[in-house]
């Protein structure tokens, strides 16, 4: 994991076409709409409570912009080092909205082939969690690896720390994760390797 930006975009603003390469970027909508254009001809405008995912590889330029005239974009931005330099470059969105199962993760990316998940470049895997206020997850990492929590919306507590919008919690050497909600949350989840 290199960096988590938590970005707001004012009405018109964004980030004009810019080039990345060996780098895998998640960039999740909070609030707000997220038009993206890219060298690859993806023309999109990604929704609240959705995804999106680019893989650099060998470069891709892209730009990124709040399409309102009136309302405020909030998103996180996220990276992840490939596990292999070049490749072609990839896109994927990954829907999800109010869709997400409550009171459980739900696999968005992965390292490998799994149901429901898009593949990138790294032995990783990114989960939404949506869990009710009073309800407990627990969540299985293998010794070795580490988990990374990013709390979207409510206040959770995970290894005797209360952790609300914003904040994040880094886990290792665990054989799992606790994560009590004391109010409806959203968060992701990062299992690392």
């Known amino acids: 994991l290199r960096i988590i930006n938590d970005d707001i975009v ?3 603003g964004g980030f004009s076409t810019h080039e ?10 909070i609030e707000g709409e997220l038009e993206h ?7 999109s405008v990604i929704q609240a409570g959705n ?17 309102s005239t009136t309302a405020r974009l909030h998103f996180l931005q996220m990276w992840l080092a490939p596990n292999v330099d070049g490749g072609t470059p990839r896109y994927a969105e990954k829907k999800l909205g109010m869709q997400a199962p409550k009171n459980a993760l739900t696999r968005l990316f992965a390292g490998k082939s799994r149901a429901g998940a898009v593949e990138i470049r790294q032995d990783a895997e990114i989960f ?6 009073g309800r407990t997850l627990s969540v299985q990492i293998s ?10 919306k409510g206040q959770i507590r995970v290894q005797d720390e209360t952790l609300a919008e914003g904040d994040v919690a880094a886990v290792s050497n665990a054989a799992g994760v606790e994560i009590y909600a004391n109010q409806d ?6 299992n690392l390797a």
């Open 10 to 12: 004012e009405a018109g």
């Open 20 to 29: 990345h390469h060996d780098i895998e970027i998640f960039n999740y909508v």
């Open 37 to 43: 254009r890219d060298s690859l001809g993806n023309v």
């Open 51 to 67: 995804l999106q995912y680019i893989s650099a590889g060998t470069g891709i330029e892209h730009s990124e912009s709040n399409p």
């Open 128 to 133: 939404f969690g949506k869990c009710d206020k």
């Open 143 to 152: 010794l070795g690896r580490h988990a990374w929590l990013q709390i979207i």
């Open 185 to 190: 949350s959203h968060f992701l989840f990062f």
